[in-house]
Nanobody, 127 residues
Framework: QVQLVESGGGLVQAGGSLRLSCAASGRTFSSYAMGWFRQAPGKEREFVAA????????YCTNSVKDRFTISRDNAKNTVYLQMNSLKPEDTAVYYC????????????????????WGQGTQVTVSS
């Protein structure tokens, strides 16, 4: 069992930055992959970024490469999403997710492959 708690969302003006955090508990954090997804009103949940559990390079994939950066601190059991140059179209509820069964070298863009989800944190970007 894994518990995920997101934080760091809020209201920001276009061009601003936010850093989202997702604190995990319940399993050895470095043994599993983490992902960030978002869902805007009236739209389907979409992939943002993913990161492997551990290894020489944990970076996996990112759909907003030029503005968002995913990272993790395994000592703090936390994954981060640094969001820069925010745009109104980035407004959404942001969710972190964990896949605990596929090992530390796995990662994926597919939401259906993740087992555990946080409650979400709202990000609103005003124009």
């Amino acid at each position: 069992q894994v518990q995920l708690v997101e934080s760091g969302g809020g209201l920001v003006q276009a061009g601003g930055s936010l850093r989202l955090s997702c604190a995990a508990s319940g399993r050895t954090f470095s043994s599993y992959a983490m992902g960030w997804f978002r869902q805007a009103p009236g739209k389907e949940r979409e992939f943002v970024a993913a990161i492997r559990g551990s290894g020489g390079s944990t970076y996996c994939t990112n759909s907003v490469k030029d503005r968002f950066t995913i990272s993790r601190d395994n000592a703090k059991n936390t994954v981060y999403l640094q969001m820069n140059s925010l745009k109104p179209e980035d407004t959404a509820v942001y969710y972190c997710a964990a896949q605990i069964f596929y090992g530390s070298s796995w990662c994926s863009r597919n939401s259906f492959e993740y087992d555990y989800w946080g409650q979400g944190t709202q990000v609103t970007v005003s124009s």
